[in-house]
């Protein structure tokens, strides 16, 4: 999977892929699944406890309320749709994100015709 960052502040938190990524993609899940973040269907307080968890893994001074208020800023108004885009980058790997130009396409098996 490699590398996955978070930005915060200004600041880029990097989630490494260690042994304790697994944990940290569980409690992610129980807090915000994919299902529903995939349709902005995670409540605003969900979503805040969801990024500060992985923001404070990789290393950031934050709490959850901080992530939560500024959510409502005018200027950071996209700020937890990129939140949501950066924890489905967690659980499914960046590559899932990738343009379909760029992955290969998958060949299709020909049916076999009986002959008459």
């Known amino acids: 999977m490699g590398n996955v960052v978070f930005k915060w502040r200004d600041q880029n938190y990097a989630?490494?892929?260690?042994?304790?990524?697994?944990?940290?993609?569980?409690?992610?899940?129980?807090?915000?699944?994919?299902?529903?973040?995939?349709?902005?269907?995670?409540?605003?307080?969900d979503l805040a406890a969801a990024y500060g968890l992985v923001l404070r893994y990789a290393g950031a001074d934050v709490d959850d309320v901080?992530?939560?208020r500024e959510f409502f800023k005018s200027e950071t108004a996209e700020h937890a749709v990129n939140c949501c885009t950066g924890l489905m980058v967690?659980?499914?790997?960046?590559?899932?994100?990738?343009?379909?130009?760029?992955?290969?396409?998958v060949k299709k098996a020909r049916k076999k015709t009986k002959k008459a």
């Open 66 to 68: 901080e992530i939560f």
């Open 90 to 105: 967690l659980m499914m790997g960046p590559e899932a994100l990738e343009e379909p130009a760029t992955k290969k396409p």
């Open 15 to 45: 989630v490494k892929e260690d042994a304790g990524i697994m944990r940290l993609i569980s409690d992610v899940w129980k807090i915000a699944p994919l299902e529903k973040l995939a349709n902005n269907q995670v409540e605003m307080p």
